[in-house]
């Protein structure tokens, strides 16, 4: 049984629009720094929080049911 790629990317967009929708914030590592102050080596990361918001979510939700229906489609 063949899988169509459209399949494929819409279960994948799904699953996306899921997490955005359950866990809307991601937090990426910006910046890290190490310095040393009077002999001790200290080490400074900053954390970048993006907020998705749940219009994204749902983008990617129908973007996959759309992906889904149109694997169905013959041509």
Do not use: C, D, Y
């Amino acid at each position: 049984m063949k899988v169509h790629p459209f399949v494929v990317m819409g279960v994948l967009f799904i699953a996306l629009g899921i997490a955005a929708l359950v866990h809307p914030r991601l937090n990426m590592p910006s910046k890290k720094k190490e310095m040393e102050i009077g002999g001790e080596r200290t080490i400074i990361e900053t954390t970048r929080i993006i907020q998705l918001p749940k219009a994204f979510a749902m983008l990617l939700l129908v973007g996959g049911g759309t992906f889904i229906f149109l694997s169905t489609r013959k041509v």
